[in-house]
């Protein structure tokens, strides 16, 4: 999926940044929430949350990241792979205009369907149970960075869940053998312990 990206960013000097109509996120156009009391914010890996810079992410990452960046969209992703629940999976942030908007886990092909069915129980855990949306959903948010990338024959599998008011979370294969989770917008709410390793989902 490093190779999709590298792609993406090339691709961003021509693409549009068009959002789909619907429940599909614009995140062009996505506002900085301002938590309440009845809100939670999402907080993702070692404290990041949505909207915060590229340094700052750097900052709470610790670790050597690589950047690429063109125009309003830029990445920032570690060299090596990260551990997410009893896996391991390469990770990509996504920024429009230097704030966080898109996070990506992509766990290749080396994976099983019972390690597909034991993250989606493990995210069933954190964020309720799943609905199974039509792949449009996931196509409208990723033609928003690169237009054509992802086809309806391309994705199968398709899990969603809402988090708090509105991060989408979104657990998917996209080849043979591959799967991706991505989470996508504003805030989150994380659910009790259960009986599945949760630790960075």
């Known amino acids: 999926m490093r190779k999709f990206f590298c792609i993406l960013l090339c691709a961003m ?3 549009g940044c068009a959002a789909a109509d619907g429940v599909i996120p614009n995140l062009r156009e996505s506002a900085t929430v301002t938590p309440d009391a009845q809100t939670t914010v999402f907080s993702f ?8 810079s590229r340094a700052q992410v750097q900052a709470l990452e610790g670790g050597q990241l690589t950047e690429r960046a063109q125009e ?6 570690p060299l090596t792979p990260v551990e997410v629940s009893k896996f391991t999976a390469d990770l990509v942030y ?11 886990y992509d766990f290749g092909t080396g994976g099983t369907e019972s390690d597909f069915l034991y993250l989606t129980g493990a995210l069933d855990s954190v964020y309720g149970e799943h609905t199974e949306p039509d792949a449009s959903a996931i196509i409208g948010v990723m033609d928003q960075i690169y237009p054509g990338y992802y086809t ?3 994705l199968s599998n ?8 509105d991060t989408l979370v979104y657990l998917y294969y996209y080849g043979t053998n591959a799967y991706a989770i991505l989470y996508v917008c504003a805030q989150s709410t ?9 630790n960075g989902l």
Do not use: H, P
């Open 13 to 15: 000097m021509i693409a």
């Open 45 to 52: 890996r070692g404290g990041v949350q949505w909207n915060m």
């Open 72 to 77: 309003y969209w830029s990445i920032l992703y």
């Open 94 to 104: 996504m920024f429009y205009n230097d704030q966080l908007k898109m996070i990506s």
């Open 152 to 154: 309806a024959e391309k």
């Open 158 to 165: 398709c899990r969603a869940w809402t988090a708090g008011e």
């Open 190 to 198: 994380t659910g009790g312990q259960s009986g599945y390793v949760t």
